[in-house]
């Protein structure tokens, strides 16, 4: 008797009475199918949770490896936080404040006459350019002198302990062997607090 004989002649009210490998077969089929229905009906979300949970527990072990990192080089980031205050406070002490900038052009006039140059024209300009925590003061300068006096009236404003820029510099000879420089000096000096708050008013 062949297999398909066999099931049709298969008792349904008595399963007890199948042949072994037939209940075996039945078995097999019956636990395929709970596995497949438990995974659609209830471990698919499951699995689902457990990927989530499982980004998630990698997202927290790289806060927590980034935070242990910063922890163990607390000490250098308070020492390099402390260095840059240190460059910070120096960088501004070469600012000056509204007191400081009349000794200030006189420095750069001085600067030009110890090195012998003929002054035409010394114009700081009537209005600051007003920034929001400094003002930038343009000075147009006009000298005359020789190259190497000249070139060491630049070098000598460049070592001032106040910070001052040269811009738009223009040199050309005049009718006796020496050099014209237009240049236009910029000073920067601090807002006072008074100017600050009207700078956040005017906001």
Request: aromatic residues 6%; proline residues 3%; glycine residues 4%.
């Amino acid at each position: 008797m062949n297999l398909l004989e066999e099931l049709r002649q298969l008792n349904t009210e008595d399963p007890g009475s199948w042949p072994a490998a037939i209940k075996a077969g039945a078995l097999v089929v019956l636990l395929i199918s709970i596995i497949i229905a438990g995974y659609f009906l209830d471990w698919q979300a499951q699995w689902e949770t457990l990927d989530q949970a499982q980004v998630e527990e990698e997202t927290l072990k790289q806060s927590y490896l980034l935070k242990k990192s910063s922890a163990v080089n607390l000490d250098a980031l308070r020492q390099q936080q402390k260095e840059i205050e240190q460059s910070l406070s120096a960088l501004l002490k070469q600012l000056p404040d509204k007191s400081e900038m009349e000794a200030l052009l006189v420095d750069i006039n001085q600067a030009g006459l110890g090195r012998g140059l003929q002054f035409e024209l010394f114009k700081p300009a009537t209005n600051e350019t007003i920034n929001e925590f400094y003002a930038e003061l343009p000075v147009i300068i006009r000298v005359t002198g020789s190259y190497h006096d000249i070139g060491a009236f630049a070098s000598d404003v460049s070592h001032l302990p106040r910070i001052v820029t040269l811009n738009d510099i223009n040199i050309k000879p005049d009718k006796e062997d020496n050099l014209i420089l237009d240049v236009v000096a910029k000073t920067f000096r601090f807002l006072d607090e008074e100017e600050i708050a009207n700078q956040s008013g005017d906001e």
